[in-house]
């Protein structure tokens, strides 16, 4: 028997298609199979056929077909199964189900590496559609299931776009995919493919033009701008950059293409470059796993690494990898491998939800993601041997480029390739001038060249900040240049260190005295800021001035190469750029207006992550803040954009947070380091924030007698440490919290304590104790009225009670706390108290009644997608299903929540996959 629903419902037997009749009971089959071997009950099935209004002989009517269809099936597949019906479909005979397993195997395809296979099996799962799903069918399950089918349909599509892309097929499928785009044309993801097949066709003016037409009609017709992705993909082809969507990982959009440009025409370096080509074989295959290019600061070794880079980017067709590790910072504060693979990782299209608890599963993902695969990665700026040993790739494939001021004797034992580089020769010299200055104005004034070429000690960087002031004022003869060279450099020996390098600082002067007075401002205040990035935002409330009047000072800034814009809307400074310009608000801006500007800096992150933070969870009692001094720019943040905000902002949090407790700013240190630790609580961002941003918290808090700030810091120092697996000493936190709280009379804080160490206490093992802890949190919500804290202590002392076996007291105070949290609208919270409920009645055996309540508690998380929760309570209604002999049923859930726990790069800590194996081998 074969069954079809992507298209006129329809059933077919060995002789042929069979006549199913009218549309109702092309619904009744339909809802059943879209539950294929799962019971549905009459009542859903009368709601998804008739609607609300049923009339008085609708379950006669609902017999009826159910009998029609037996007979017409002819096998006994739909059976009577309390409290409905269920059919009984073996694999291969829905074409849904067939449909669902190629697109499995085409995901498969692609995480292996084979992109062309991915395609194939993709096309014959969409060719499996004829029409739209549940053709024939009438209802509200049409209705209702449809579009669900529809918006699938699509997004297989969009993937099979990118598998095609993802083989280069660009000109074989834009006419087919630009058509498809055109049909729908609020769906980013095909107008980001139709604009990346287009610029590999070479028709980068018609790629450019889609993204103006699809903003106006979204600002038109729905009020809002276009995504993330798509504004990404205007801002590649508008830098002439590739834009290859990527395969690797569904639904990844991107390859991650992370180089910085190339310079315009490269000098010298031909034996340096003679020798990075010897670690590549002809074939493409990294000789050496690992390239190390060291050598003085300004010598050049980001850009002949990055140019070599781009000479052999085509060898590695998965991507490039970039990060500055900023080893030499003059703050002396560099990447840690732990910070730089998160970085990494978002570049590998893993959202925050799937990034690892830990360091270790951090890095484990990063390089599986790289296994197989053929990429190139760019390690720049590496202090030592420690930093980048967990970062280099653990893959023949791929090849790591280093480059470091330290020689890392350590990291040439263990096979790197050694490329020191020394500075320019005068002919070198000379060249990268040529390359970058009109040659009639060079060949005029050879003398004036020569000073030059002193002057910049044949440093590359100087060369080229002094070939961008002469470029940038081509009237000026050169003898005047070579004049402003000399004096300056007379000027600023303060600057001087002792070492060629330090002759840079003048030089960067050069393009600092031709900026605008306000540009000028901006870039000795860029100064104060941290790093390692700045946003337009945190630039605008350095200056206090509106984001409107930042952006174009900015513009003049990395026009005249003083900041370069690593991504839309984000800043960066070379590291000695940094100290200079730091250097130059010490000499020219007060002391008052310097701490000023500080002042605006750190309200701009603590408001703003305040406000994100609000964005996550309505219920959240956050700290009363004073209004952020006059200047500061806080964007706003919906729900949808917060956890990406804390993802890339969090090495600049830290560094905020570090730079705030050392320069007299306590309030703010332990008012966002609660923010950040508050966040980390309850959202999946689980990087946020640290032990050592919580400990300089509670020293600030102490410096200044704020008994709410300890309180709140020892209360972020246990959410770090819970998080961390140590609940024993997060319980110390939090009874240290929870006296200062007393003592501030703040009850809701106390009451908030008492319900963490119950979850302390139940990690532990400490069942009576936790117990305690829920009732004294019960007492306290009581006291103050918040009922919503009630019944999330009611819950908490339903579980304990589970915990210790009386299953009959926990199931009484489970339902209490579900009748209050019914009219709470917090879903996450309903769900657990539905869970704990299931739970009970399962230990008490009664495991049909454990299946309803597990079942509604999954309703619940799904409206919210919260993922690791209904991963728990699957495994739990697998335990239920196998207790009632229902090893299909139990063996399907456990499935879906390995999956879950797959996309959120989770490990199976509950022993899921053993549970599977075991049912495998008919052990139960």
Known sequence: MRYRLLGPVELSGSDGPVRLGGPKRRAVLAALLLNANRVVSEEELLSSVWGEELPATVRGQLQMYVSQLRKLIGEPVIVRRAPGYLIEVRPGELDLDVFEEAVDRARADRQAGRPGAAAERLHDALALWRGPALGGAAGPLLAEEGPELEERRLNILEEYFDARLATGQHAEILDELRHVAADHPFRERLQAQSMSALHQCGRTAEALEIYPRIRARLVEEQGVEPGKLLRDMQARLLRDQEAVLGADQPPAMLVPRQLPADVGRFAGRVSELARLDESVSADGAPAKGTVLVTGGAGVGKTTLAVHWAHQIRER?????????????????????????????????????????????????????LLADKRMLIVLDNARNADQVRPLLPGTKGCLAVVTSRNPMPGLVADGACPLPLGLLSEGEAREMLDGRIDPVRLAAEPAAVEKIVTLCARLPLALAIAAARAAANPTFPLSVLADELTQAQDQLDGFDMGDPVTDVRSVFSWSYRVLRPEAAKMFRLLGLHPGPHVTIAAAASLLGVPPREARPLLAELVRAQLIT??????????????????????????VPDRVAAAHRMFDHYLHTAHHGRLAIRDHWRGIVLPEPVPGVTVPPAGRAEVSSWFFSEYPVLVEIIKLASVTGFDRHVWQLAHTIASAQWYSDARWLGGLDLQYRALEAAERTGDTEGRALAYRGLAVVLFSQRKPAESYKALLRAEELFAQLGKVWYQADAHSGMNTTCDRQGRFVEALRHAERALELFHEIGDTRGEAISLNDIGWSYVRQGKYDLAINYCRRAITILEGEGDDVRLGTTLDSLGYAYHNLGQYREAIVWYEQAIERYRRV??????????????????????????????????????????????????KLAHLGRSEW
């Open 316 to 368: 590695f067709p998965d991507g490039q990898l970039y990060m500055n590790l900023r080893g030499f910072h003059p703050g002396g504060r560099a990447v840690p491998p732990e910070e730089a693979v998160l970085g990494f990782l978002e570049a590998l299209s893993i959202s925050p939800q799937q990034v690892p608890a830990t360091a270790e599963a951090r890095f484990g993902l990063y390089r599986s």
């Open 565 to 590: 814009e690593h991504r839309p809307g984000q800043y960066g400074f070379h590291d000695l750029l940094r100290a200079y310009a730091a250097e130059l608000a010490r000499h020219e801006d007060a």
């Open 865 to 914: 997608r919260s993922l690791s929760y209904e991963s728990r309570t699957l495994n739990r209604l697998g335990d239920s299903h196998l207790a009632c002999g229902e090893k299909d049923d139990a063996a399907r859930v456990w499935r879906l929540a390995l999956d879950l726990l797959e996309e959120l790069r989770q490990p199976d800590t509950d022993g899921i996959g053993d």
